[in-house]
């Protein structure tokens, strides 16, 4: 797979995607929004990556999007009856979430690992991961508010779901920085590192621990975690167990127990390919 914006490495059944525009911060240009799902899609649909980790290249994560967008009409039509170009707008609006949204679609868990500067739309994708970590000179900065529009794709809606809500109103209404060890006091990643390469080498570590996992019970705790977020304990209890009645076999499980007794580590199969319907391939 070649993009342009993304570098990809495949290791122990773990995907590291890595930004590699460095020279203009990592901005998310238009290609960015196509290849941003389409690679995600493609690596869930081998059925075979277990974990991925996004990081970048260069000093900073990403500086959110391309400024460059928003001065080109092609790509952001503001001119016209104000009903239709309000209504296109809506929709280039959802299909820019769409493509954050994946990192929580794709059935793996995806890790973000963050170095200097994650801001504005890059503060949007890292929320839609399962899991964020950082070197001790990153910061974060939902910026839109300071350059006079509402942050769109997503920290509004899931950073309530990670932080305490006043602190969230605070970031969003200030638009201010905030740094690696308030991040991780309160929680919003999970650990600090001194640099990048301490970073990657311990992000890959946990991700790999992931892969050697099942893969069913890894993708049904995602399914599961994400759908309680937003469904009461009643539902989402009610949906473990039809989950479970679906899901639940014994070859993971034999596996598993095969493995402690020999002492070995469990081998586990893939997951199926995800096909085009009807596929004979």
Not at 135 to 149: C, L, V
Request: aromatic residues 8%; glycine residues 6%; negative net charge.
């Amino acid at each position: 797979m070649n993009y342009q914006c993304f570098s990809i490495e495949l290791t122990n059944k773990v995907a590291h995607l890595c930004l590699n525009r460095p020279q203009q911060m990592n901005a998310m240009i238009a290609e960015f929004w196509q290849e941003l799902p389409d690679c995600l899609e493609a690596l869930d649909a081998t059925g075979e990556v277990r974990a991925v980790v996004i990081s970048a290249s260069g000093k900073h994560f990403c500086s959110g999007m391309d400024v460059n967008i928003f001065k080109q009409p092609e790509m952001l039509p503001l001119a016209g009856e104000p009903a239709r170009v309000g209504e296109n707008l809506r929709r280039i609006v959802l299909k820019l979430q769409q493509a954050l949204s994946i990192l929580e679609k794709v059935r793996m868990p995806v890790l973000a690992a963050v170095q200097g500067g994650c801001i504005g739309g890059a503060v949007d994708m890292i929320c839609a991961a399962d899991m964020r970590y950082c070197t001790k000179d990153a910061f974060f900065s939902i910026k839109e508010t300071q350059i006079g529009m509402t942050a769109d794709l997503g920290t509004l809606q899931r950073m309530p779901k990670l932080l305490p809500e006043g602190i969230v109103r605070e970031l969003a209404f200030t638009g201010r920085d905030f740094s690696a060890s308030e991040a991780l006091q309160l929680g919003f990643v999970n650990q600090v590192f001194d640099d990048q390469q301490t970073m990657l080498a311990q992000v890959m570590k946990i991700a790999e621990q992931i892969a050697q996992n099942s893969p069913l019970a890894v993708t049904g705790s995602k399914a599961m975690l994400n759908y309680s977020r937003c469904h009461s304990v009643e539902d989402s209890l009610n949906y473990m167990a039809t989950w479970q009645a679906g899901m639940f076999r014994q070859q993971d499980l034999m596996a598993s127990f095969g493995a402690q007794m020999q002492k070995t580590k469990p081998e586990y199969a893939d997951l199926f390919a995800v096909k085009p319907v009807f596929s004979k391939d």
